[in-house]
């Protein structure tokens, strides 16, 4: 992966500003909270900590009313320690830069139409640390606003939605900068992993499935890279838009299914990679609207209804050495010619021969299939597909093409998958 | 006794039988004779219930014909073309027709070595040639003792040797009291055969009786002219 | 019925015998062992293989009906001169007919599925093999009352081979054609009706239902899921089907009860 030198770089970065440092010279103490001990609740046990100070919340439930950190704290779950929202409000809000909550266990974060109710907010600060939590029916998981050098790492978000409106995001970043979120889980939410104004941010690693909406999402989020995540079951698959500069690279974007459900919906994304991915059981694997300038290589397209589907709003995309796999279309097109180029990719239809055995096929293979047209342009008639008539159609078509546009070609198409 | 009361039969348009009176009586032979198209094998389909008449009836021995098949078991019968299936052989062939009439039915082997299919009973039908499969046909009609055998012009395509075995079949088994029904176009083939004759013309019976009485009555001993002259006298069931 | 057992039969020792029934089932056995083989995985293969059932299962059973209703035809004239009822002798015709030309499929697909233990896709080969018998008793039932009404052998095959062209092609010919000039209409419910309407449409479409599902999912979603997706959606298919095997048959039992011979 060429890749990999850069997102190396960006991780050894993302773990040095995001450490914790207490102060030099300052001894930092350990209060302990329990159930019915002098220090009960967390509440009381942050207004007497100083900064610096580590609290360890020992098992047990614990129902009081939003705790605000005000300084930096390590907060740090022994067992099942519970923080209990009583599905009535918020849980924690972090106020001050360098504040670590970890192995805590947030339940029942209360619904809000009005206000973002979460089971950790983070609001304008530098390098928290929220680690192996788990978060169950929370309204908004883990929210950071207007925070830089945060590391989200390992929690395990499941909420119980029902329907969008009355649901938030597992993993929400606004206007943050610089962050790791790596190794989550996330379900059962509006969105998995919802950013907007968010730059230089690494997502790795991570899993969201079974959301109401999309897994990621997210827009006007500059020079971020998604790595090595899985993306299966959402209900919309994953869309992100109005972006520049966007790597992403060995992702897995599974089983997306339905009316407008899409792996991966690339909107105005503009000089972006999108590499080594996998895209396997979706309505559409891939779709590029106004995804200018865009270099998708390397991916694997398997078992999709349409593995790519090109809007005529995407300028100067190049597809180059990519599997396809029993996808039902490959390449599904809505306006006319384009100015993507395909190069070097393996087609599982391709017929073709390699006299000069090169490992090119020798004669060009065209994606689009007429009855793809078709179906774009008058969707009902796709209960019409792999009927005897449209196949004489579309083998009409390909032995004398007339209809199918002529630039979209793979003129050095594989003769085997590249690997 | 096999009755026949205003039978009518149309196919579209074309009328084949407009109203035909006739009695065959037990014991005798009777000739059905006509010129091609006045009637006769839709008269005998109709007696095996082969073709569903429009009007009249028909009673074998006081039975009404319907839709039980159980009164032909009395009858055999042999059609004008015969097929049977060609990777079957004519032993089994036989085997179908007797599991089809009951475990009671009689196979008269005999016949088979007379007209020389013995031979050829474990030769697939495919392989067997034009006569022989003819040969096959009419055994099959005698195969069961039926008390009523039908022939639909028997004689076509059968070799002069078969004939004759053929002819003296037909009348051991008047000697044995069973009623044959038998159709030609060709009337003198029939004159050493029939008791009775039905002369068919154009969908009625333009004569029906015994062939001595004919020849006594017309004062002709040839069969064809005997007919001719007696052409419109109606003769009913005695 | 022990009578049209009796019938049944000797049809099917004739019919196994002339070997053809050998050659139908080998095509299905190459081709399933071919695409299983070289055609990418199970499910790619059950596709293509879904495509060769769709067009020739419903020709080859229209065809053979005819033509074997017409050479049977002196012979069933002799079955019927003796003491058998005329139900009895079509219930046994038909039932060899069916019986043969669908073990040509189960046999020829079922083998290599078998073989490899279902490949993993056991339940849609299961499901393509009982499409296959069941678009067999449509079209086999649709030649013998073709073949019933119409005396002509010639003219007869010629009627067999249009019906068979209508079905497999000009009806989706039309469909398409139809869907393209009403273009922008709420075409949805139409065409999943007139779908339902065309016995080879329906099994194509529970086919795709279960190998095709992604795409499908896509732009008919809603009407299209809830009518097959579900069990129930399978369910009312194999109704239809079963009502679309079951038509022919009875009008060609009717045809044959009031059949001059």
């Known amino acids: 992966m060429r890749a990999l030198p850069v997102v190396t770089r960006a991780v050894l970065f993302a773990m040095c500003a995001g450490a914790p440092q207490p102060a030099l010279g300052q001894a930092s103490h350990t209060l302990v909270v329990a159930p019915g001990t002098a220090l009960a609740t967390l509440g009381e046990a942050v207004a007497r900590a100083s900064a610096g100070d580590r609290i360890v919340v020992r098992a047990g439930t614990y129902r009081e009313p939003l705790v605000t950190i005000d300084k930096p704290l390590i907060i740090e779950g022994v067992g099942d320690a519970i923080l209990d929202g009583e599905s009535a409000h918020a849980i924690l809000t972090v106020a001050a830069d360098d504040v670590t909550i970890r192995h805590l266990h947030f339940r029942d974060v209360g619904v809000s139409y009005t206000s973002d109710l979460a089971a950790v907010r983070v609001l304008a600060v530098r390098n928290c640390r929220i680690e192996d939590n788990r978060i169950e029916r929370a309204f908004f998981g883990i929210y950071l606003a207007k925070s830089v050098g945060c590391r989200v790492i390992h929690n395990d978000i499941r909420g119980a939605a029902r329907d969008e409106t009355s649901s938030g995001n597992g993993i929400h970043l606004w206007a943050a900068r610089d962050a790791l979120i790596a190794d989550n889980h996330v379900s059962g939410q509006r969105d998995g992993i919802y950013f907007e104004f968010v730059t230089h941010t690494i997502v790795r690693g991570n899993t969201s499935e079974h959301n109401l909406r999309y897994g990621l999402h997210f827009m006007y989020s500059d020079d971020c890279q998604y790595l090595g995540n899985t993306f299966r079951y959402n209900h919309a698959g994953v869309a992100v838009m109005y972006t520049h500069r966007v790597l992403m690279a060995g992702n897995r974007f599974v089983s997306n299914w339905g009316d407008a459900a899409y792996g991966l919906l690339l909107k105005e994304i503009d000089d972006s990679r999108v590499e080594d991915n996998e895209f396997a059981h979706n309505t559409v694997g891939l779709s590029a609207d106004g995804a200018n300038r865009l270099v998708a290589s390397h991916n694997t397209f398997r078992s999709n209804g349409w593995a790519v589907r090109l809007l005529s709003s995407t300028d100067d995309a190049r597809f180059e050495r990519n599997n396809f796999f029993d996808n039902t279309f490959d390449v599904g097109m809505r306006g006319g010619e384009t100015t993507t180029r395909f190069a070097g990719n393996y087609w599982d239809d391709y017929r073709g021969y390699d006299l000069d055995r090169n490992g090119v096929g020798d004669a060009p293979f065209h994606p689009v299939r007429l009855f793809s047209l078709i179906v774009a342009q008058n969707p009902p008639t796709l209960v019409l597909l792999r009927s005897s008539f449209v196949m004489l159609l579309d083998g009409v078509e390909r032995a004398v093409p007339s209809l199918t546009p002529s630039s979209v070609v793979d003129d050095t198409p594989a003769l085997t998958p590249i690997r | 006794m096999i009755e026949f009361r205003a039978l009518m039969k149309s196919f579209g348009a074309r009328d084949v039988l407009r109203g035909v009176d006739l009695c065959v009586r037990p014991g005798r032979v009777t000739a059905v004779v006509g010129s091609n198209g006045a009637g006769k094998t839709t008269l005998i389909k109709c007696l095996l219930g082969l073709v569903r008449p429009d009007g009249g009836e028909i009673r074998v021995d006081g039975v009404r014909v319907g839709d039980d098949p159980a009164y032909r078991a009395a009858i055999g019968y042999a059609s004008q073309t015969s097929r049977f299936p060609e990777h079957l052989t004519a032993r089994e062939v036989t085997k179908i027709l007797l599991g089809l009439r009951g475990e009671s039915a009689v196979i008269d082997w005999e016949l088979f070595e007379r007209l020389a299919i013995a031979p050829h009973l474990d030769t697939r039908v495919r392989a067997l040639s034009g006569g022989t499969r003819q040969k096959l046909a009419v055994a099959l009609a005698f195969l069961f003792a039926p008390r009523v055998v039908v022939l639909d012009e028997p004689s076509a395509g059968l070799d002069p040797a078969a004939n004759a075995v053929l002819k003296d079949k037909i009348l051991s088994e008047r000697s044995e009291g069973k009623t044959v029904l038998v159709t030609s176009h060709v009337m003198s083939e029939l004159d050493e055969l029939a008791d009775d004759i039905v002369f068919l013309r154009a969908g009625r019976v333009g004569y029906a009786g015994s062939v001595q009485k004919l020849r006594v009555f017309t004062g002709q001993p040839h069969l064809e002219r005997a007919i001719a002259s007696m052409m419109n006298k109606e003769v009913v069931c005695a | ?261």
């Open chain 3, 1 to 261: 019925m022990r009578v049209a057992a009796k019938i049944a039969a000797f049809q099917l020792l004739d019919v196994l015998r002339s070997r053809w029934l050998f050659g139908y089932a080998i095509f299905f056995l190459l081709a399933t062992e071919l695409l299983l083989r070289f055609g990418g995985d199970p499910t790619r293969a059950l596709v293509s293989l879904t495509s060769i059932v769709l067009f020739t299962v419903p020709l080859a059973a229209i065809v053979f009906a005819t033509i074997y209703v017409h050479r049977a035809r002196e012979f069933v004239e002799l079955l019927l001169a003796q003491p058998v009822g005329r139900d009895a002798m079509f219930a046994g015709t038909y039932a060899a007919m069916a019986v043969l030309l669908s073990a040509g499929i189960v046999l020829g697909i079922g083998m290599p599925f078998a073989l490899r233990g279902g490949a993993g896709v056991g339940g849609d080969a299961v499901l393509l093999v009982g499409a296959g018998v069941a678009l067999t008793l449509v079209f086999a039932g649709t030649g013998v009352a073709l073949a019933l009404r119409t005396d002509d052998r010639l003219r007869a095959f010629g009627i067999a081979l249009g019906v068979w062209a209508c079905a497999a092609l000009a009806y989706d010919a039309v469909l398409l054609v139809a869907a393209t000039a009403l273009a922008g209409a709420p075409l949805e419910r139409p065409l999943l009706v007139a779908t339902l309407a065309n016995p080879i449409d329906l099994a194509r479409v529970v086919m795709l239902m279960h190998l095709d599902i992604s795409a499908l999912m896509g732009y008919t979603g809603a009407s299209f899921t809830r009518l097959f997706s579900a069990t129930a959606g399978t369910a009312i298919a194999a109704v239809s089907l079963a009502a679309w095997a079951a038509g022919p048959a009875l009008l060609g039992a009717r045809l044959f009860r009031r059949k001059d011979f």
